[in-house]
């Protein structure tokens, strides 16, 4: 099983996160930050991994650091539970549209992390999440799990639309992406032999 947990605790935040990647979407997840618990719900849900995600932050200050938190738990507990990443699928790239929104995600499980984000909002807030924080979870996410990850908001003229297609897009990239491909089941995806940077 493609199971693991993660503990992470600093003078900022206490998260403990489980995921399982062979999972069927369920979904428990508190950070104090509505619209996050609500786009992580997203994640697990349309990418069929079980993530359970708990996190306790210093949200009197502001939301930065459990944001960020999150995102570097999240990666860590899926690098942990992909190990050596045999039979992955590897690659993936979504069109996801929400409404009037459409986004593109495309990633590579590369081990080598990397972040490109077109995604113009047009309003400071989204729920009472602060809206340049998008990018920092998506940052922390993509440097902790190892992925170089692309991210493109289309268009759109509803933020809450297209950042929740952006969620949404990771997530059915990533269910593609760490699915096991049975013709390669014993096999790194590269021709390297290894996919750790």
Known sequence: MREASIERNTKETQIKVTVNIDGTGKADISTGIGFLDHMLEQVARHSLIDISLKAKGDLHVDQHHTVEDSGIALGQALTKALGDKKGITRFASVLLPMDEALTRVALDVSGRPSLVWNVAL?????????????????????????????????????????????FKGLARALGQALAIDPRQRDMVPSTKGTLSG
């Open 122 to 166: 047009t309003r400071t807030k989204i729920g009472e999440m602060d809206a340049e924080l998008f990018r920092e979870w998506f940052g922390a996410l993509a440097q902790h799990a190892g992925l170089t990850l692309h991210v493109e908001s289309l268009y759109g003229d509803n933020n809450h639309h297209m950042i929740e297609s952006c």
